[in-house]
């Protein structure tokens, strides 16, 4: 059976789509290819000048492009709020900015840095959004997890992890939360009915610069390989005709099945109800239907 590539990709005029870090990594050739396809595309990032340079180099890459940059600060609610507040369409969410095995901090909020940043920031952002993407008929919803999903454990004593601190355990722990998330969403998605369709992706390893290494960089990043085929996973969830609901993709668009703990409903819901009372964000367009 042939790969698929970007190249199968369908024609997305008419449809708008956001890539939360499409700035660098994985996210900038989400953003590139799907633009390229005739969507229009939100950057959205931090860094104001990282994000504008990347809409820059997406419109030489791939002229007459429909791209527009959007600050997003995963790590501050308000930035998430104010960012969600300014967007008009959206059929595509593909939530891919994360950051990995930083050193112990905390979010604008006082999250523990990285479940606040990978996970609560992207429920936020999802749930303020799911207005639109309800109003969208077949949106899509990608979430970028990781394999280390597998090693993740949830202490819902210690969201803070205040008693012990791991940078590898608490990056495990935000990637098992992300797949709890993605999946906890379709089931609800399903049940309220319509038709969107909540996918998780694991990019396997990639050269990017979500683990920085030092002087070591240049060195990992050459074994490693590039970001657009990283990327692949994501870009075939958000546009295969062939994708369903609650599935996980991997390396070279592969369906794989997430870990056992991952698969717990009970663990989902808890999640859901615990990050929903952390966010204040309700998800009300799914209650209401």
Not at 25 to 45: C, F, K, N, Q, S
Not at 76 to 81: G, H, I, T
Request: glycine share 10%; hydrophobic share 45%; aromatic share 6%.
């Amino acid at each position: 059976m042939t790969a698929w590539t970007p190249a199968s990709m369908p024609d997305l005029s008419g449809k708008s789509a956001v890539v939360t870090g499409a700035n660098s990594g994985i996210g900038y050739p989400t953003a590139l290819e799907l633009a390229r396809h005739g969507a229009h595309v939100i950057v959205a990032a931090r860094d104001q000048g990282r994000g504008e340079e990347a809409v820059a180099r997406i419109l030489r890459e791939a002229p007459g492009a429909q791209v527009e940059y959007g600050r997003l600060d995963l790590a501050d609610l308000s930035s998430v709020r104010d960012f969600a507040a300014g967007v008009r369409k959206l059929d595509l969410l593909i939530n891919n900015a994360g950051i990995a095995m930083v050193p112990r901090g905390t979010t604008r909020d006082g999250f523990e840095m990285q479940f606040g940043t990978n996970h609560l920031g992207h429920f936020a952002l999802t749930g303020l959004l799911l207005p639109l993407l309800i109003a969208a008929p077949g949106a899509r919803v990608v979430t970028v997890t990781s394999d280390a999903h597998n090693a993740g454990r949830i202490d819902f004593d210690d969201l803070g992890l205040e008693r012990r601190y791991g940078r590898m355990s608490a990056y495990g722990r935000s990637k098992l939360a992300n797949v709890l998330f993605a999946l906890e969403l379709q089931r609800r998605a399903d049940k309220a009915g319509g038709d969107l369709l909540s996918t998780v992706t694991h990019p396997g390893p990639t050269a990017t610069r979500i683990v920085k290494v030092g002087p070591l960089q240049p060195l990992v990043e050459l074994v490693l390989k590039p970001a657009a085929a990283g990327a692949v996973p994501s870009l075939y969830a958000a546009t295969s005709p062939d994708v369903r609901g609650g599935e996980y993709f991997g390396p070279k668009a592969k369906l794989l099945v997430p870990s056992e703990r991952a698969r717990s409903e009970e663990l989902a819901a808890r999640l859901w109800e615990v990050s929903a009372e952390l966010t204040g964000v309700r998800y009300e367009a799914l209650a209401g239907r």
